[in-house]
T-cell receptor, first 113, second 114 residues
Framework: AQSVSQHNHHVILSEAASLELGCNYS??????LFWYVQYPGQHLQLLLK??????LVKGIKGFEAEFIKSKFSFNLRKPSVQWSDTAEYFC???????????FGTGTLLAVQP | KAGVTQTPRYLIKTRGQQVTLSCSPI?????VSWYQQTPGQGLQFLFE???????NKGNFPGRFSGRQFSNSRSEMNVSTLELGDSALYLC?????????????FGPGTRLTVT
Protein backbone atom coordinates (compact mmCIF):
# COMPACT_ATOMS: atom_id res chain seq x y z
CA ALA A 1 0.00 0.00 0.00
CA GLN A 2 1.12 3.52 -0.71
CA SER A 3 2.15 5.41 2.41
CA VAL A 4 4.27 8.23 3.74
CA SER A 5 5.93 8.19 7.16
CA GLN A 6 7.09 11.18 9.10
CA HIS A 7 8.88 9.95 12.16
CA ASN A 8 9.16 13.25 13.99
CA HIS A 9 5.74 14.26 15.25
CA HIS A 10 6.79 17.20 17.36
CA VAL A 11 10.11 19.04 17.16
CA ILE A 12 11.23 21.92 19.35
CA LEU A 13 14.28 23.95 18.35
CA SER A 14 15.92 27.19 19.32
CA GLU A 15 16.45 29.90 16.74
CA ALA A 16 19.56 29.39 14.58
CA ALA A 17 19.52 25.63 15.16
CA SER A 18 19.65 23.35 12.15
CA LEU A 19 16.58 21.40 11.10
CA GLU A 20 16.12 18.02 9.50
CA LEU A 21 12.69 16.41 9.24
CA GLY A 22 12.49 12.83 8.11
CA CYS A 23 10.17 11.53 5.43
CA ASN A 24 10.02 8.00 4.04
CA TYR A 25 7.59 6.73 1.46
CA SER A 26 6.34 3.43 0.22
CA UNK A 27 5.29 3.55 -3.43
CA UNK A 28 5.94 1.23 -6.33
CA UNK A 29 7.07 3.10 -9.40
CA UNK A 30 7.97 6.66 -10.26
CA UNK A 31 7.05 9.20 -7.63
CA UNK A 32 6.78 12.92 -7.23
CA LEU A 33 7.59 14.26 -3.79
CA PHE A 34 6.46 17.38 -2.00
CA TRP A 35 6.81 19.23 1.24
CA TYR A 36 3.94 21.45 2.29
CA VAL A 37 3.86 23.83 5.23
CA GLN A 38 0.88 25.04 7.23
CA TYR A 39 1.60 28.16 9.30
CA PRO A 40 -0.76 28.85 12.22
CA GLY A 41 -4.08 30.05 10.87
CA GLN A 42 -2.97 29.80 7.26
CA HIS A 43 -3.60 27.35 4.46
CA LEU A 44 -1.25 24.69 3.14
CA GLN A 45 1.56 26.13 1.06
CA LEU A 46 3.98 24.32 -1.19
CA LEU A 47 7.49 24.50 0.22
CA LEU A 48 9.31 22.51 -2.44
CA LYS A 49 8.86 19.67 -4.89
CA UNK A 50 10.82 16.95 -6.65
CA UNK A 51 9.74 15.60 -10.02
CA UNK A 52 12.99 14.46 -11.62
CA UNK A 53 16.61 15.48 -12.17
CA UNK A 54 18.85 16.83 -9.42
CA UNK A 55 17.86 15.00 -6.23
CA LEU A 56 18.73 18.05 -4.12
CA VAL A 57 15.91 20.53 -4.47
CA LYS A 58 15.68 24.00 -3.04
CA GLY A 59 12.46 25.60 -1.97
CA ILE A 60 11.23 28.82 -0.50
CA LYS A 61 12.52 30.44 2.71
CA GLY A 62 15.87 28.62 2.64
CA PHE A 63 14.48 25.09 2.82
CA GLU A 64 15.92 22.22 0.82
CA ALA A 65 15.26 18.51 0.54
CA GLU A 66 17.19 15.56 -0.80
CA PHE A 67 15.62 12.65 -2.63
CA ILE A 68 17.46 9.40 -1.89
CA LYS A 69 15.85 6.75 -4.05
CA SER A 70 17.68 3.82 -2.45
CA LYS A 71 16.35 4.83 0.97
CA PHE A 72 12.88 5.89 -0.21
CA SER A 73 13.49 9.13 1.64
CA PHE A 74 12.90 12.82 1.06
CA ASN A 75 14.16 14.64 4.15
CA LEU A 76 13.64 18.34 4.64
CA ARG A 77 16.50 20.51 5.86
CA LYS A 78 17.22 24.08 6.83
CA PRO A 79 20.61 25.21 8.15
CA SER A 80 19.28 27.85 10.54
CA VAL A 81 15.66 28.08 11.64
CA GLN A 82 13.81 31.23 12.61
CA TRP A 83 10.90 31.79 14.95
CA SER A 84 8.74 32.40 11.86
CA ASP A 85 9.34 28.79 10.77
CA THR A 86 7.01 27.60 13.52
CA ALA A 87 4.43 25.58 11.60
CA GLU A 88 3.30 22.10 10.72
CA TYR A 89 5.20 20.41 7.91
CA PHE A 90 3.74 17.71 5.69
CA CYS A 91 5.56 15.38 3.36
CA UNK A 92 3.48 14.06 0.44
CA UNK A 93 3.82 11.88 -2.63
CA UNK A 94 1.98 11.33 -5.88
CA UNK A 95 2.64 8.58 -8.34
CA UNK A 96 1.50 7.47 -11.75
CA UNK A 97 -0.79 9.70 -13.77
CA UNK A 98 -2.62 10.98 -10.77
CA UNK A 99 -2.94 14.08 -8.67
CA UNK A 100 -3.78 12.03 -5.58
CA UNK A 101 -1.52 13.33 -2.85
CA UNK A 102 -0.71 10.88 -0.08
CA PHE A 103 0.31 12.80 2.99
CA GLY A 104 2.37 11.93 6.01
CA THR A 105 0.95 12.63 9.46
CA GLY A 106 2.80 15.91 9.73
CA THR A 107 5.53 17.31 11.97
CA LEU A 108 4.76 20.17 14.29
CA LEU A 109 7.81 22.42 14.55
CA ALA A 110 8.07 24.95 17.35
CA VAL A 111 10.99 27.38 17.20
CA GLN A 112 11.78 29.16 20.43
CA PRO A 113 13.20 32.69 20.19
CA LYS B 1 -3.40 35.97 -9.70
CA ALA B 2 -6.07 35.07 -7.15
CA GLY B 3 -5.62 31.87 -5.23
CA VAL B 4 -8.01 29.00 -4.64
CA THR B 5 -11.17 30.18 -2.92
CA GLN B 6 -13.56 28.10 -0.88
CA THR B 7 -16.99 28.93 0.41
CA PRO B 8 -18.28 28.94 3.00
CA ARG B 9 -15.32 29.15 5.37
CA TYR B 10 -17.25 27.84 8.36
CA LEU B 11 -20.34 25.71 8.58
CA ILE B 12 -22.29 24.12 11.41
CA LYS B 13 -24.73 21.35 10.56
CA THR B 14 -26.77 18.77 12.42
CA ARG B 15 -26.47 15.02 12.07
CA GLY B 16 -28.54 13.71 9.21
CA GLN B 17 -28.43 16.93 7.21
CA GLN B 18 -26.55 17.36 3.97
CA VAL B 19 -24.02 20.01 3.00
CA THR B 20 -22.52 21.42 -0.18
CA LEU B 21 -19.10 23.02 -0.26
CA SER B 22 -17.78 25.11 -3.13
CA CYS B 23 -14.32 25.60 -4.59
CA SER B 24 -13.10 28.01 -7.24
CA PRO B 25 -9.68 27.06 -8.63
CA ILE B 26 -6.92 29.38 -9.70
CA UNK B 27 -7.73 30.91 -13.07
CA UNK B 28 -6.59 28.56 -15.83
CA UNK B 29 -6.37 25.51 -13.57
CA UNK B 30 -8.49 22.63 -14.76
CA UNK B 31 -7.92 20.00 -12.09
CA VAL B 32 -9.57 20.21 -8.69
CA SER B 33 -8.96 17.79 -5.83
CA TRP B 34 -10.63 17.58 -2.45
CA TYR B 35 -9.09 16.51 0.85
CA GLN B 36 -10.36 15.98 4.36
CA GLN B 37 -8.17 17.04 7.27
CA THR B 38 -8.86 15.78 10.80
CA PRO B 39 -6.64 15.55 13.89
CA GLY B 40 -7.00 11.78 13.99
CA GLN B 41 -6.71 10.80 10.34
CA GLY B 42 -4.64 13.67 9.00
CA LEU B 43 -5.00 14.69 5.36
CA GLN B 44 -6.93 12.22 3.23
CA PHE B 45 -7.73 12.38 -0.46
CA LEU B 46 -11.42 12.45 -1.34
CA PHE B 47 -11.55 12.80 -5.13
CA GLU B 48 -10.16 14.63 -8.13
CA UNK B 49 -12.01 16.20 -11.02
CA UNK B 50 -10.61 17.16 -14.39
CA UNK B 51 -12.63 18.43 -17.34
CA UNK B 52 -15.86 17.75 -15.44
CA UNK B 53 -14.95 14.08 -14.94
CA UNK B 54 -13.98 12.33 -11.75
CA UNK B 55 -10.49 10.92 -12.33
CA ASN B 56 -9.70 9.45 -8.94
CA LYS B 57 -11.58 8.64 -5.79
CA GLY B 58 -10.35 7.98 -2.28
CA ASN B 59 -11.68 5.54 0.28
CA PHE B 60 -14.72 7.43 1.46
CA PRO B 61 -18.34 6.22 1.57
CA GLY B 62 -20.79 7.09 -1.17
CA ARG B 63 -22.24 9.86 1.03
CA PHE B 64 -19.34 11.95 -0.23
CA SER B 65 -19.76 13.09 -3.80
CA GLY B 66 -18.60 15.88 -6.01
CA ARG B 67 -18.86 17.48 -9.38
CA GLN B 68 -17.04 19.96 -11.57
CA PHE B 69 -18.55 22.55 -13.83
CA SER B 70 -17.42 23.71 -17.25
CA ASN B 71 -15.66 26.72 -15.71
CA SER B 72 -13.63 24.28 -13.53
CA ARG B 73 -15.39 25.31 -10.34
CA SER B 74 -16.15 22.33 -8.17
CA GLU B 75 -18.59 21.38 -5.45
CA MET B 76 -18.56 18.54 -3.00
CA ASN B 77 -21.60 17.23 -1.23
CA VAL B 78 -21.91 15.19 1.93
CA SER B 79 -25.28 13.63 2.59
CA THR B 80 -26.63 12.23 5.86
CA LEU B 81 -23.97 13.92 7.94
CA GLU B 82 -22.35 12.05 10.80
CA LEU B 83 -20.43 13.45 13.77
CA GLY B 84 -17.25 11.99 12.31
CA ASP B 85 -17.59 14.17 9.22
CA SER B 86 -16.51 17.17 11.29
CA ALA B 87 -13.30 18.25 9.61
CA LEU B 88 -11.51 20.84 7.56
CA TYR B 89 -12.27 20.23 3.90
CA LEU B 90 -9.55 21.43 1.57
CA CYS B 91 -9.71 22.03 -2.12
CA UNK B 92 -6.60 22.07 -4.29
CA UNK B 93 -6.20 23.05 -7.92
CA UNK B 94 -3.53 22.34 -10.48
CA UNK B 95 -2.94 23.32 -14.06
CA UNK B 96 -3.91 19.96 -15.47
CA UNK B 97 -4.47 16.49 -14.10
CA UNK B 98 -1.44 14.30 -13.82
CA UNK B 99 1.58 13.85 -11.70
CA UNK B 100 3.85 16.57 -12.98
CA UNK B 101 2.01 19.56 -11.66
CA UNK B 102 1.94 20.93 -8.16
CA UNK B 103 -1.32 21.53 -6.38
CA UNK B 104 -2.29 24.79 -4.69
CA PHE B 105 -4.56 24.65 -1.70
CA GLY B 106 -7.40 26.88 -0.60
CA PRO B 107 -8.07 27.98 2.99
CA GLY B 108 -10.59 25.23 3.56
CA THR B 109 -14.13 24.95 4.87
CA ARG B 110 -14.39 24.08 8.54
CA LEU B 111 -17.42 21.81 8.94
CA THR B 112 -18.77 21.07 12.39
CA VAL B 113 -21.49 18.44 12.74
CA THR B 114 -23.48 18.50 15.98
Amino acid sequence: AQSVSQHNHHVILSEAASLELGCNYSYGGTVNLFWYVQYPGQHLQLLLKYFSGDPLVKGIKGFEAEFIKSKFSFNLRKPSVQWSDTAEYFCAVTGGATNKLIFGTGTLLAVQP
Amino acid sequence: KAGVTQTPRYLIKTRGQQVTLSCSPISGHRSVSWYQQTPGQGLQFLFEYFSETQRNKGNFPGRFSGRQFSNSRSEMNVSTLELGDSALYLCASSLVGGRSYEQYFGPGTRLTVT
